[in-house]
C-alpha cells in the first residue's frame, strides 16, 4: 500500500492512498482522482506529476495513465517506473476476489492518515520531496454488503459496510478479506471516534472495476502478452494472466436499454 502523491512545482498534495496490483498497475478510489482535481483545477489533471511511493523502499512509479467507470468509486492508475530501482524489483501480482466478503467475517483495511509532503525542489534537473507519512491498519467485521447501491447519493455503487475506523486520508487503500484477498478499496469513514464506538466504515466492492479498460503505451514497460495503446478491461488482464483475480470468470459485461454499459457478478 502507498499514498498517492500530486504535485505541480511547489505545490504538493497527498490526495489518499493507492493498492498496488502488479508493477503496471494500481487502484485508488475515483473520488481521490477528484480531490486532486478539486486541488489543482480539473483541467490540470493530465500535467500533474503524480506518484506512488512505495513504503520502507525505494521504489517510486509515476502515473501515466488514469481511467474510471461511472458505475463504481475506482479509479485505475498505470505505472511507469520513476526510478531505476523499480525496474530491478521482484514485484508478486496481487491475489484479489470478486466476491465481497462475507457479513460477520473480519476484514483487514490499510492507509494513510494525516500524511504531509513538502516540495524542496522541483525543476528539470531534480525533484526533492519530503514525506512524513503516517501508515494506519484498521480491523473490523463486515457488517452489511450493499449489492447494488447504500444509497442514491453518496454510496451509490456496490460496497460494504463494515465495523471499523476508517480515518482521511486511507481512501483508497487496501481492504482485505480473512483469506488475505483484496476483496475493496476503502471509501468513506469518520475520524471522530467516540467512547464505546464500534466505528461504521464502507468500502467499495472490487468487481464493478473489471469493466475499466486501461492501454499501455511504454515501449519498455509493459505487461507480457498485450499489444501497446490497445484498451484492455482489468478482466481482459486477468485473463490474460496479467493480474490474480480469484472469479474474474464470473464478471459479465452487458448494455443496459439506454445504451450504457454495465457490470454484473454471477454468485458461485
Not at 511547489?10 to 482522482?33: D, E, M, Q
Request: aromatic share 10%; with cysteine; charged share 20%.
Amino acid at each position: 500500500m502507498s499514498p498517492l502523491i500530486a504535485f505541480e512545482g511547489s505545490r504538493g498534495l497527498i490526495a489518499g492512498s493507492c493498492v498496488l496490483l502488479s508493477p503496471y498497475l494500481a487502484l485508488t478510489a475515483k473520488h481521490v482522482i477528484e480531490e486532486i482535481e478539486r486541488h489543482f483545477g480539473k483541467d490540470r489533471l493530465s500535467s500533474l506529476d503524480i506518484y506512488i511511493i512505495h513504503f520502507n523502499s525505494q521504489y517510486i512509479w509515476y502515473v501515466s495513465y488514469i481511467s474510471s467507470w461511472i458505475g463504481t468509486d475506482i479509479s485505475a492508475l498505470v505505472l511507469l517506473p520513476r526510478n531505476e530501482q523499480v525496474k530491478l524489483c521482484n514485484f508478486s501480482n496481487l491475489l484479489m476476489t470478486v466476491d465481497p466478503p462475507l457479513v460477520d467475517s473480519a476484514v483487514t483495511a490499510i492507509g494513510y492518515h494525516k500524511s504531509q509532503i513538502n516540495v524542496d525542489r522541483n525543476d528539470s534537473e531534480i525533484t526533492n520531496l519530503s514525506l512524513n507519512l503516517n501508515p494506519i491498519v484498521s480491523t473490523g467485521l463486515v457488517h452489511e454488503i450493499h449489492q447494488s447501491i447504500r444509497d442514491v447519493s453518496l454510496i451509490n455503487f456496490p460496497s460494504f459496510s463494515i465495523k471499523a475506523h476508517f480515518k482521511s486520508g486511507m481512501s483508497g487503500g487496501a481492504v482485505f478479506n480473512d483469506k488475505k484477498e483484496l476483496a475493496g478499496l476503502i471509501c468513506s469513514g469518520f475520524d471522530v471516534e467516540l467512547e464505546n464506538d464500534e466505528g461504521h466504515a464502507t468500502a467499495v466492492s472490487l468487481w464493478p472495476s473489471l469493466i475499466i479498460k486501461v492501454k499501455f503505451t511504454s515501449q519498455n514497460y509493459f505487461p507480457r502478452g498485450i499489444e501497446l495503446n490497445k484498451e484492455y478491461s482489468l478482466k481482459e488482464l486477468a485473463t490474460l494472466g496479467c493480474l490474480n483475480i480469484y472469479g474474474h470468470e464470473r464478471i459479465e459485461f452487458f448494455k443496459h436499454e439506454n445504451g450504457s454499459d454495465g457490470v454484473r457478478r454471477r454468485h458461485e
